[in-house]
């Protein structure tokens, strides 16, 4: 069981990016990625239930990134729009292997699997 994340990189304030997190060995039930700056404790971005599509965002990215799945690939996706400077930090996916409502599914604790990161710097 893998996680492979990507799509990082360095942008200018306002651009967008889309990481990808290619899941293989298995299908989870809910993914999601969280982040982490520097001198910072991890924190939820983002997740979405394989089954049904049920999406969670935290209230600093919401409106501006976009979680999405594609079951063919097992990859999800997350598409960052407006970034911004606060937005810095390395990006990590995870998975678990049941469907979380919102109380669990912005919890690190609930996911057993995880990526290697990938770091998204934002200049301003």
């Known amino acids: 069981v893998q996680l492979q994340a990507s799509g990082g990189g360095l942008v200018q304030a306002g651009d967008s990016l889309r990481l990808s997190c290619a899941a293989s060995?298995?299908?989870?039930?809910?993914y999601a990625w969280f982040r982490q700056a520097p001198g910072k404790e991890r924190e939820f971005v983002s997740a979405?239930?394989?089954?049904?599509?049920?999406?969670y965002y935290a209230d600093s990215v919401k409106g501006r990134f976009t979680i999405t799945k594609d079951n063919a690939k097992n990859t999800v996706y997350l598409q960052m729009n407006s970034l911004k400077p606060e937005d810095t930090a390395i990006y990590y996916c995870?998975?678990?292997?049941?469907?979380?409502?919102?109380?669990?599914?912005?919890?690190?604790?609930?996911?057993?699997?995880w990526g290697q990161g990938t770091q998204v710097t934002v200049s301003s």
């Open positions: 979405i239930r394989w089954s049904g599509g049920t999406t």
């Open positions: 060995g298995r299908t989870f039930g809910t």
């Open positions: 995870a998975a678990n292997a049941y469907g979380a409502i919102m109380s669990s599914a912005k919890m690190s604790s609930t996911y057993a699997y």
